[in-house]
T-cell receptor, first 117, second 114 residues
Framework: GAVVSQHPSWVICKSGTSVKIECRSL??????MFWYRQFPKQSLMLMAT?????????EQGVEKDKFLINHASLTLSTLTVTSAHPEDSSFYIC?????????????FGAGTRLSVL | EDKVVQSPLSLVVHEGDTVTLNCSYEVTNFRSLLWYKQEKKAPTFLFML????IEKKSGRLSSILDKKELFSILNITATQTGDSAVYLCAVDPSATSGTYKYIFGTGTRLKVLA
């Protein structure tokens, strides 16, 4: 149980284009999902928290117009990197928590490696 | 400011060795401490600890929490090359924050040599 699927696993795009990353909870209802960014050999940096049906809460320094987050259902959240530039190249990971489980354990997707040319 | 500190930052051992990874924390409100293993991709959940002194165990891995001294350790016995990974410690301070987000440590990079 507690499987989170993230797609795509790797994407290459041209500078100026937009890229959408999907995060799905396969066997539980994810009332809250999290989006992280990870630089090489560094820990996870939380970008934003999204609750189903409401606007995402962004961490300080994260541009909400640059990183659009949608959490329209209890099993799907999407992160869209708009007008991507080479400095947006990174490893993006989502996680989800089961709203019916009081333990607050986050389960992670496999991550998406974004390369912007 | 809430923070989680892990040590050592990196560690190289030989197969069969026993390792101890440390995680200390300072948070305003504490709900639980979690350990994750990250290989090449996403972190996988290992343990959640909420009470002092109760050891969680899974095979060769075990972990314990000391809420008085504000730290946890993760032990791996009889290490194998497959244990090579980054081990992340996270604290859930959501007892009153209500945000559910974690505070992560920087991780310990473990390499096990054959």
């Amino acid at each position: 149980g507690a499987v989170v699927s993230q797609h795509p696993s790797w994407v290459i795009c041209k500078s100026g284009t937009s890229v959408k990353i999907e995060c799905r909870s396969l066997d539980f209802q994810a009332t809250t999902m999290f989006w992280y960014r990870q630089f090489p050999k560094q820990s996870l940096m939380l970008m934003a928290t999204s609750n189903e049906g409401s606007k995402a809460t962004y961490e300080q320094g994260v541009e909400k117009d640059k990183f659009l987050i949608n959490h329209a259902s209890l099993t799907l959240s999407t992160l869209t990197v708009t007008s991507a530039h080479p400095e947006d190249s990174s490893f993006y990971i989502c996680s989800a928590r089961d709203g019916q489980d009081s333990k607050n354990i986050q389960y992670f997707g496999a991550g998406t490696r974004l390369s912007v040319l | 400011e809430d923070k989680v500190v892990q040590s050592p930052l990196s560690l190289v051992v030989h197969e069969g060795d026993t390792v101890t990874l440390n995680c200390s924390y300072e948070v305003t409100n504490f709900r639980s401490l979690l350990w994750y293993k990250q290989e090449k991709k996403a972190p996988t959940f290992l343990f959640m600890l909420t009470s002092s002194g109760i050891e969680k165990k899974s095979g060769r891995l075990s972990s314990i929490l000391d809420k008085k001294e504000l730290f946890s350790i993760l032990n791996i016995t009889a290490t194998q090359t497959g244990d090579s990974a980054v081990y992340l410690c996270a604290v859930d301070p959501s007892a009153t924050s209500g945000t559910y987000k974690y505070i992560f440590g920087t991780g310990t990079r473990l390499k096990v040599l054959a």
